[in-house]
């Protein structure tokens, strides 16, 4: 009875640690992102680069360069100081047809491979800027100010305002690019300054969070009597709990479209910054996801329930493990079941940018050797009668 009791409180604890580590698992993957960001130039880098050539942030910027060069010149006055008399009440629509030349012109600067190289030296130099906005300390290119999240601009004006000149076009000429604050602002929001606090504290937990989830899991398996199980429920568990962190960046995109943007930044503009500024986060917990999947089909499929054996036996070649072969992998099949899991996972850290589908083909490949491992190194008597998942 005794004995009885006590396993019970060990089957407590053993789900009392699985569910804290799945809780804990999406806040992880959300810490190690936004540490990324904010420590490694490089993967920030690549982060904001495709943001230079979408053509709806291509529009906004365009917009908002243009606003701001008239809003320091009035084109309006300058036309009727040149115009004769009778043509001065035609300022207004020259004025309005400048603008959109102007407009056009700016967005086909911003379309060419110029800009993409500016953007990518403005947001290099401006990294360590970012560091200091996380932080709410503002900089000189990107700046935290009202509630708001902006890049100074003024780089890219100037080019815009010599290709004008170049064209003919010397109204803005009076006013150098520098002494004109042109800013893009990306969040208008009043609760940027919590979500500072809250990056802070993720930022500080990125490397804790992780250590914690992964002992959380050792030490619920360890006090499992059902050590397969419990590896088979907290793979189950962490794919889950991707799942919902997913679910919850569909349902803060719908946030931010509706509450946080500003009206310098359209809602097509918005929505393709936060599909570019969480992509990486998103790729990150498919991986993390699939590679829970990959572990719980293992742990599953090796498993002595009735279906996991039914299996094996389909895919086992007959005789096989009575050859000289077969028994050499049933001699070494610990190690070579550690080798068909740490080659493809090898494989996998060493490639420079690995996309889904390569992790996708290489823990198929893991899968397949197991089995093979399995089909190869069994021993008649070890496809004894069936029982449950252990």
Not at 5 to 22: D, F, N, P, Q, S
Not at 56 to 74: K, P, Y
Request: charged share 15%.
């Amino acid at each position: 009875m005794a004995e009885k009791a006590k396993g019970y409180r060990h089957h407590k604890t053993v789900v009392a640690l699985l569910v804290i580590a799945c809780v804990l698992a999406p806040i992880a993957g959300t810490a190690i992102w936004i540490n990324n960001q904010v420590t490694r130039t490089d993967s920030y880098v690549r982060t904001v680069k495709p943001l230079a050539s979408d053509p709806h942030i291509q529009a906004a910027i365009a917009a908002n360069l243009t606003r701001t060069l008239f809003a320091n010149v009035d084109v309006a006055a300058r036309a009727r100081e040149v115009l004769p008399p009778r043509a001065k009440p035609f300022a207004p629509a020259i004025a309005s047809g400048l603008h959109n030349y102007v407009q056009q012109a700016t967005a086909s600067f911003l379309a060419s491979d110029q800009f993409q190289r500016l953007w990518v030296e403005l947001n290099t130099r401006a990294h360590k800027q970012l560091v200091k906005l996380l932080t709410g300390k503002g900089g000189k290119l990107v700046q935290t100010k009202n509630g708001q999240v902006v890049i100074d601009l003024a780089p890219a004006l100037a080019i815009v305002e010599q290709r004008l000149h170049d064209r003919g076009i010397n109204v803005f000429d009076r006013i150098p690019a520098s002494s004109i604050r042109s800013t893009f602002v990306i969040v208008d929001s009043k609760q940027l300054e919590q979500g500072q606090r809250g990056i802070r504290l993720l930022k500080a937990l990125a490397i804790a969070l992780p250590l914690i989830v992964l002992a959380l899991i050792a030490a619920a398996i360890a006090l499992s009597q059902r050590r397969r199980r419990t590896l088979l429920q907290a793979s189950l568990g962490i794919a889950a709990s991707m799942a919902v962190l997913g679910v919850l960046l569909t349902i803060g995109r719908s946030i931010y479209l509706d509450q946080i943007v500003g009206p310098n930044l359209p809602r097509d503009a918005a929505s393709a910054f936060y599909d570019v500024l969480v992509h990486y986060l998103r790729l990150g917990l498919r991986i993390v996801a699939a590679v829970a999947l990959v572990v719980a089909a293992v742990a599953y499929l090796t498993g002595p329930s009735k279906s996991a054996v039914a299996i094996r036996g389909r895919v086992r070649w007959e005789g096989a493990a009575a050859t000289p072969f077969g028994r050499w992998v049933a001699e070494r099949k610990n190690a070579l079941r550690a080798g068909a899991i740490l080659l493809p996972l090898a494989v996998f850290l060493l490639w420079s940018s690995p996309s889904l589908t390569v992790l996708i083909v290489l823990a198929v490949i893991a899968v397949v050797l197991l089995l093979a491992i399995e089909a190869l190194g069994r021993t008649p008597a070890e496809y004894g009668t069936p029982t449950s998942v252990t």
